[in-house]
Each structure stands twice: as structure tokens, then as C-alpha cells.
């Protein structure tokens, strides 16, 4: 009798808790999906917003959810509600307009870091200020530390070079180095070139200047690779610093909106083609295994080590992690605008004897790229000047020629100065340019003293042409050379005016809204072989997005913003 009365209430219990489901579905149409997508519903769902994707085949959206890091579904509210279950959560934007995260196609990730914490010179308007700021910074260094910073510009100031006299009185006791906004020129003082043993019989070295006066002095400038000298004297960089450098940029990329960076590494003309890999080792897999990675990154080594690069690709593929790629092989062709070491086919206007610097020998770079491209290794070549272009330009020709038959991707990183036969080949070749809008924002003026108005206005900065002509155009910042702010370099790039001025400088070449987002999303990822990862909000792709503070599409059109208001990664928040 027991069993059966127990058996009656267990029947009875259930008949009234299916009453109660059946009585809360009648009264609450809008969740009856909750009982059927439990299983598989998202872990976070965007709602009531304006949804740029960067992908053609939706690209606009007001929903979105995600599962497991990854886009579940994107479109209406309606399509995407039936994805919401108990532990949703419901993220209601009210209008505000979201992007796919930023990819910035070309940084300096630790040297960036690093710079934060050393002496600022960005921004300089005058001599005295130069000396006053370094008068400053050294107060806090012990004899014989070394006193390290830069990203001057001696533009700002009128033209005029710094030299080691300017602060030799003020540092007798800490060696100096201060590299230049482009990274193809530094100041050393006194100090630093006798420990570097630089005297006024010091020989220029293959792909560099040292810079003298007319006496046969050195100046304390090294031009390019003659930087070298004085950077094998410099104490090396602790682990500890380069570590806490990637924690500093991170955070500073993603308040910004940058969630993918391309890494170009500590290489540049004259460094160790060591540092690449030791920050790899040392910095990046360290973050990976504790946790610490805030960030995607996608690394470029020198081309010098390509064969190193080659087993470490064949024996873990392109993912080292959700965190960690390998892009591949980056070279140089030439140097700098600033620095009068980019390669032109015409001479400087204000140094008529000097057509640039040529910093790689063509030969070994061809065989390197060829051997490079055939284990299907990426290539990435530095090229400014026209002339450095070009030749480029007729390098990857021959290359691809040779290795037919495959998805080569080669990258130009800058392709600032163009001759117009060029403009058509980089879409016809199928060469990515791999650009920076915010350089413009230096070198509008400078530029048209450097290689002359007529040069400049017809060949400089061409992204609309490139665009015309069929390019890929993948957008970034060269940071620390230019800050990390695609907001601002999208504006940069449809307005092409810069600062202290009212008109648009090449207004031809200015870009449309959706181009330069593009650029910094769906085309960016293409750039480095992460477009079915990255790059757009698609099912599949990771939840990779920023919110910004414009309330609807039309107001964000008409006034680009200045900051992000949120920075996702992975469908989490990681900024603010």
C-alpha cells in the first residue's frame, strides 16, 4: 500500500510540474526555445545593434551569438533569440554600432613595449625642448646606465638633425641612443660611439651611413645598418623587461581595439636577426603557458633564418595556439623617407647627390625568397622608395614564375612612393600592400621638400589607385613609428588631412568608410593567411569584436569616433 500511495504522489508530482512548464510557455511565448536549445545554446548573445561584419555575403547584422569563443550565429534578433538559454548572457546594445576586432597588419610588438617605459622624444618642437626632455630623463640614471628612448622628428623642429653635441654636456657619464620616429636613424652622444668605436676613420658598412661633418667627425648619427655598431654595445634586454613589454602593449591594443597584431619583430637594418626568435621563446610562449596572452599575434621572422622557420612551420603548422601564428619571412629593399635612405629613381630635392639607400644585396634576396616561397613560407619585403618598389615588384614576378602554382601572399610592407606603371601591378601580381595611413599625417610636408611637390603629389600614399587597380590593401601602424589608433588612421585615410591643416592632402587618393574598415579587418586577415579565423564576424570565426560609442551606422559615417567603448576577444570582454 505504501509503495502504491508513493507511486500516486511521484505521478501526481510530475502531472503538476508539466502543468507548470506548459502554464509558463502559454503565458511566455518569447522563451518557450529555452526548453529545446538548453544544450546548445550560446554563451553570449548581442542584440539591438549595429553590426558592421566585413563579410559580403552579410554585411550588416543586429544579432549575434556566440559558443565556445567562437560566432554560433549572426543576423536578426529573430534569427539569432532561439539561441538563448538560462546562463546567456544577454548583451543589449541599444543601437551601438560594433566591428569586427582590428587587425593592425604591421607593428613592433615588444620593441613597442619596451619603448613606453623609456625616454618620450615623439612629438619635439625644438631644440631646447630635445635637450630640456633628456636633461630630465637622466637625473634618474646611475653613471653608466644607459639612457635609451626616441621616436623624434626632426621635421617638427625645421629639418635640422640632432647631433651628439646637443646633449654631450648633459649625459658625460650614460651612454645614449635615441632612434628616430621611422626606426632607420639613431642618435648616439659621445659616449656611446667610443664604446662603440666609431671614429672619424670609421668606414661606412654595406647598407648604412655614418653621418659626419665636414671636417670627417661623426655627428653621433648612424644611418640603417651602420646602426648596428652601436647596438651590439648596448646591454642586452632582460627576459623580465621584454615580458612585462607584451603585457604593456597588449593592454594598450586592446583599448584600442586591436585584438590580432602582426608582428614584425626587433629586426630592422643592423639588430640581431636573433631577437625575433628569442622573443618567441622567451616572451610569447611564456604568455601562451601561463595564461598570459591578451592578444592574437601573428609573427614575422627575418629572412635570414628562414630554413629555422621552415622546420618549426613543417613540424606545428601555422597555429601554435589561438594565440600564436607564424606569418613568415620579412626582408628590406631600402630604408627611409625621414632618414634619406629610401630608394627613388630620382634623387632627393634637398640631397641632389643621393638616391637612397639599397639595405639588401638582390641576389641573395631573390634566392632567399625563392627558397622561402617554395616551402610555403610567406614573404614580406620593406620598400618605400619607387625604386625599391620596383624592383620588388619584378622580384616577386620572377619568383612566382618559378614557384607556380601555389597562394603566394607576398607583402610589401609600406609601398609609400610608387611610379605609376606600378600602381596596376601590385593587383595584377597579386601583391598585398601592406600600408600605414597615419604615416601621412608626418610626411605630408615633408615629403614634398624631400623628393619635390610634383614626385610627391603624383606618387605617395596611393590607396585609392591601389584599390582601383585591383590591390589587396591591408591597414596598420608601424607602431611605435606611428601610434596604435585605427580610428584615428581610418580617418586619416578617408580625409588625408593633416594636422594644422584644412585640405586634403591628395584628396584623389582618399578611400571610402567601408574600404578602410576592410583593410583593418577582413583584409588584414587575408594579409597573413587568417581569413577563415579572423577578419569578419562569420560563423565559425572567432567572437573577436569592439563597440564603439556612435549610436547608430549614419552617425558613425559622419563622425568616425575617437575611442572604443568595448573590446572583445573570444566573446569576452577584455577592454574596459
Known amino acids: 500500500m505504501a509503495t502504491g500511495r508513493g507511486l500516486v504522489s511521484f505521478i501526481s508530482a510530475a502531472a503538476a510540474a508539466i502543468l507548470a512548464i506548459f502554464v509558463f510557455l502559454l503565458l511566455n511565448p518569447s522563451r518557450r526555445h529555452l526548453i529545446w536549445v538548453r544544450d546548445s545554446a550560446a554563451d553570449l ?17 543586429e544579432a549575434m551569438a556566440v559558443r565556445n569563443g567562437r560566432i554560433l550565429r549572426i543576423g536578426t534578433d529573430a534569427h539569432v533569440r532561439g539561441l538563448i538559454g538560462y546562463r546567456t548572457h544577454e548583451l543589449n546594445l541599444e543601437g551601438k554600432v560594433v566591428l569586427p576586432g582590428f587587425i593592425d597588419s604591421h607593428v613592433h610588438l615588444i620593441s613597442g613595449g619596451l619603448q613606453m617605459g623609456r625616454v618620450k622624444l615623439q612629438g619635439i618642437k625644438s631644440k631646447e625642448d630635445f635637450v ?13 646606465d644607459w639612457l635609451l628612448g626616441g ?41 656611446a660611439l667610443k ?26 648619427l648612424l644611418i640603417d645598418s651602420a646602426m648596428k655598431l652601436v647596438l651590439t654595445v648596448i646591454p642586452e634586454i632582460s627576459v623580465h623587461e621584454r615580458q612585462e613589454a607584451l603585457i604593456r602593449a597588449s593592454k594598450y591594443a586592446l583599448m584600442n581595439g586591436v585584438t590580432t597584431m602582426v608582428d614584425m619583430g626587433r629586426y630592422f637594418p643592423g639588430a640581431s636577426v636573433d631577437d625575433s626568435w628569442q622573443d618567441l621563446s622567451d616572451v610569447y610562449k611564456w604568455a601562451d603557458s601561463s595564461g598570459k596572452m591578451l592578444i592574437r599575434v601573428c609573427l614575422f621572422f627575418p629572412l635570414q633564418t628562414w630554413s629555422r622557420l621552415r622546420d618549426l612551420f613543417e613540424d606545428k603548422g601555422r597555429s601554435l595556439s589561438q594565440w600564436i601564428y607564424l606569418g613568415g619571412v620579412k626582408a628590406f629593399a631600402d630604408g627611409s623617407l625621414g632618414s634619406n635612405s629610401a630608394l627613388f629613381h630620382e634623387p632627393y630635392e634637398d640631397d641632389p647627390h643621393n638616391y637612397g639607400l639599397q639595405v639588401s644585396d638582390f641576389d641573395w634576396l631573390f634566392n632567399a625568397t625563392v627558397a ?5 613560407l610567406q614573404v614580406a619585403v620593406h620598400a618605400i622608395g619607387d625604386k625599391a618598389n620596383d624592383m620588388v615588384l619584378d622580384l616577386f614576378n620572377s619568383v612566382k614564375s618559378i614557384n607556380e602554382g601555389r597562394d603566394h601572399r607576398f607583402r610589401i610592407e609600406h609601398a609609400q612612393h610608387l611610379v605609376p606603371e606600378a600602381i596596376s601591378r601590385f593587383g595584377v601580381q597579386s601583391v598585398i600592400a601592406s600600408v600605414q595611413p597615419d604615416h601621412i599625417l608626418d610626411d605630408a610636408s615633408s615629403a614634398e621638400k624631400k623628393i619635390g611637390k610634383a614626385r610627391a603629389q603624383k606618387g605617395s600614399y596611393l590607396f585609392r589607385s591601389l584599390l582601383a587597380g585591383g590591390a589587396k590593401l591591408a591597414f596598420g601602424s608601424d607602431w611605435p613609428v606611428a601610434d596604435i589608433d585605427p580610428l584615428r588612421s581610418i580617418k586619416t585615410a578617408m580625409t588625408r588631412i593633416p594636422p594644422g591643416q584644412e585640405i586634403a592632402w591628395i584628396p584623389s587618393e582618399r578611400v571610402e568608410l567601408d574600404d578602410a574598415l576592410n583593410a583593418y579587418t577582413i583584409g588584414a586577415a587575408y594579409a597573413c593567411f587568417l581569413d577563415n579565423e579572423l ?3 562569420s560563423p565559425g570565426k572567432f567572437a573577436d569584436f569592439i563597440v564603439l560609442p556612435s549610436s547608430s551606422w549614419e552617425e558613425f559615417k559622419k563622425n568616425v ?16
Do not use: C
Not at 564 to 576: D, F, I, N
Open 132 to 144: 630640456m626632455t633628456v636633461k630630465e630623463a637622466v637625473k634618474d640614471k646611475l653613471p653608466g
Open 195 to 220: 664604446l662603440a668605436g666609431i671614429t672619424n676613420s670609421s668606414w661606412d658598412p654595406v647598407g648604412g651611413t655614418i653621418l659626419k661633418t665636414s671636417n670627417g667627425d661623426p655627428t653621433g
Open 151 to 191: 621616436r623624434w622628428n626632426n621635421d617638427i623642429w625645421g629639418g635640422e638633425l640632432p647631433d651628439a653635441s646637443w646633449i654631450d654636456d648633459i649625459t658625460r657619464d650614460n651612454p645614449v641612443w635615441f632612434v628616430r620616429m621611422d626606426g632607420h636613424m639613431g642618435l648616439a652622444n659621445s659616449l
Open 372 to 376: 622561402s616561397d617554395k616551402t610555403g
Open 561 to 576: 569616433p575617437s575611442s572604443v567603448s568595448a573590446t572583445y576577444v573570444s566573446g569576452l570582454q577584455a577592454y574596459p
Open 535 to 537: 577578419g569578419s564576424l
Open 45 to 61: 548573445v548581442v542584440r539591438n545593434a549595429n553590426i558592421y561584419t566585413s563579410d559580403a555575403s552579410i554585411p550588416f547584422a
